[in-house]
């Protein structure tokens, strides 16, 4: 029997150590909040159409046939030439042209070009969607001849799907060293030594986030040198590189300020992990996750990596994207100036 109370008070003492605990919140949170984001974005009407550049040829019977299935995003070009260079520049995935010899209902016969981007899953899907249409329309037999052009080796298509993410996770890790680096001093108190020094507040800040910034960007310069993707617009992807990490860095310098141990600052961190990643993998299957990925800065800095290193965008036009990963990292700044002033005495 006394065993059996001795249970019970321990059980006790845990239970309430557990709900004093950010970390538990966190913990059984998360799962409940990705279990109903994956149950709406996986429910069947939550479904984002493929993008679909169609070469304009509108006295075309399949042309209209296209239009009318609803089953593309459509945009349209004027001639071959053109479509051929959006699939190039990766503006598109793919992109159809139609011959002449199918304006006819009547004519059974004729061809479609469809051009698309090397080992894209989204091209794939126009592809599987024209030929199913094409059945339909024609009949079982399916007389009409496509061909299909394909720009860009399998390689270079890996690299691009998987360069932006791998430097991503690396930009995050900044969150962690930082976050960590933060909660050790204040479990040390030497951060209080850093606050009663001559150093003011935002040289702490800076100071912290240097180092962090350079072991960050050092990896991510080896991760394009050991993957020869120092291409395309080089001085752009730097300056990506520098913007981003100091944003996550930042992040991270906030996280160490406003959690009161390391159990805590990590379930955050896995939160931040999993918010940053999840939306943006996400964007070409659901119009929620693209719409939600929109107010994540981690959208930026995938995009912006695709632009400079595989689409050799010129730094004036990526500027709005580099202008709101400024953003978030100012206000990131300011949180933390603001967050440290105040709680100089709790430090």
Same mark, same amino acid.
């Given at each position: 029997m006394s065993c059996f109370k001795n249970v019970v008070s321990v059980f006790l003492k845990e239970s309430i150590d557990f709900f004093r605990s950010k970390a538990l919140y966190f913990a059984l949170v998360t799962p409940i909040l990705l279990s109903l984001i994956f149950s709406v974005v996986f429910n069947g009407k939550d479904v984002k159409k493929p993008e679909l550049l169609l070469v304009k040829n509108k006295n075309n019977k399949f042309y209209k046939v296209i239009e009318k299935s609803k089953i593309f995003n459509i945009s349209y070009t004027e001639n071959t030439d053109d479509a051929k260079n959006e699939i190039r520049q990766g503006k598109f995935q793919a @992109?159809?042209?139609l011959s002449d010899e199918l304006e006819k209902i009547s004519v059974k016969s004729g061809e479609i070009n469809i051009y698309v981007q090397s080992n894209s899953a989204q091209a794939n899907m126009i592809e599987a969607s024209i030929r199913e $249409?094409?059945? !339909?329309? *024609?009949?079982?037999?399916?007389?009409v001849k496509i061909n299909k052009t394909e720009f860009g080796s399998k390689q270079d298509k890996m690299k691009k799907i998987f360069i932006p993410f791998w430097l991503l *996770?690396? &930009? &995050?890790?900044?969150?962690? $060293? !930082? @976050?960590s680096s933060?909660? =050790?001093?204040?479990?040390?108190?030497?951060?209080?030594? &850093?606050?009663?020094s001559p150093l003011k507040i935002m040289d702490v800040i800076l100071g912290k986030a240097s180092?962090?910034? #350079? $072991? /960050?960007?050092f990896s991510c310069f080896l991760i394009l040198f050991l993957n020869k993707c120092f291409t395309g617009n080089i001085f752009l992807t730097v300056l990506i590189i520098i913007v981003a990490s100091f944003l996550f860095t930042q992040l991270g310098i906030l996280i160490g300020i406003l959690c009161s141990g390391s159990a !805590?600052?990590?379930? /955050?961190?896995?939160?931040?992990?999993? @918010? *940053? #990643? $999840?939306?943006?993998?996400?964007?070409?299957?659901?119009? #929620?996750?693209?719409?939600i990925s929109k107010y994540i800065p981690?959208?930026?800095?995938? =995009?912006? *990596?695709n632009r400079s290193i595989f689409l050799n965008y010129q730094t004036r036009e990526m500027i709005p994207y580099i202008l709101v990963l400024l953003f978030w990292g100012i206000l990131f700044v300011t949180l933390n100036y603001l967050t440290l002033k105040k709680n100089m005495e709790v430090l």
């Open positions: @992109a159809v042209s $249409l094409i059945r !339909a329309y *024609f009949g079982q037999k399916m007389p *996770f690396t &930009l &995050l890790g900044g969150v962690s $060293l !930082a @976050a933060l909660v =050790e001093e204040k479990d040390s108190k030497t951060i209080r030594a &850093l606050m009663v180092c962090v910034n #350079i $072991l /960050v960007a !805590a600052a990590n379930s /955050v961190i896995s939160i931040v992990y999993i @918010a *940053f #990643i $999840l939306p943006v993998s996400m964007t070409d299957s659901s119009n #929620i996750m693209n719409n981690s959208y930026y800095v995938i =995009e912006s *990596f």
